[in-house]
């Protein structure tokens, strides 16, 4: 199962550089990327819990970076 989200953000360079550092520490296989300003957020799950929570997390922490800027 698959979830991709596309930000267009005026903080989206600094927000990437936040989320990028994490992007090998969590348990599904995510890409993050940056590309014509846009954040790219790609989950891959074997299941749809799993993917959920996966969703979840990267939103709390996207939420999380938000507030800080």
Known sequence: MEA????ELPD??????AL???????????QID??????????KAEDLAELRASVNAWLRTIKACLDVL
């Open 12 to 17: 989206a360079e600094i927000l990437y550089r």
């Open 34 to 43: 940056l590309i014509d300003g846009k954040l790219i957020i790609r989950i």
């Open 20 to 30: 990028k550092v994490e992007e090998k520490h969590v348990l599904t296989e995510t």
């Open 4 to 7: 991709e989200f596309v930000f």
